[in-house]
């Protein structure tokens, strides 16, 4: 299983952003799908989560902010991002657990570098 991640860039803040995050390979059914990033010189936080029956939770310091959403159809999660801040720069990873023909297994994206400037 793969997991590739796009949408990041460079916005002005107050500016909006949309992440794409496909998985592909031997997939029976994705159980979550969360979207973590990393500042420089900091952990990496859980930013927003989706489970397969829908139910959404985010970081505090997202909410009313961005938005998780699914296609079923195409193994995606969206992350639209909407009044970005300066503080919401990072590499943003997709995380995925996944039931594939034998086990449970977790995966992550390669990550995409969002980047807001003042």
């Known amino acids: 299983v793969q997991l590739q991640a796009s949408g990041g860039g460079l916005v002005q803040a107050g500016g909006s952003l949309r992440l794409s995050c496909t998985a592909s390979?031997?997939?029976?059914?994705?159980?979550?799908m969360r979207w973590y990033r990393q500042a420089p010189g900091k952990q990496r936080e859980l930013v927003a989560g989706i489970t397969s029956d829908g139910s959404t939770n985010y970081a505090d310091s997202v909410k009313g902010r961005f938005t998780i959403s699914r296609d079923r159809a195409k193994n995606t999660v969206y992350l639209q991002m909407n009044s970005l801040k300066p503080d919401d720069t990072g590499v943003y990873y997709c995380?995925?657990?996944?039931?594939?023909?034998?086990?449970?297994?977790?995966?992550w994206g390669q990550g995409t570098l969002v980047t807001v400037s003042s």
């Open positions: 390979g031997v997939i029976y059914s994705i159980n979550s």
């Open positions: 995380n995925a657990v996944i039931t594939g023909a034998t086990s449970i297994t977790n995966h």
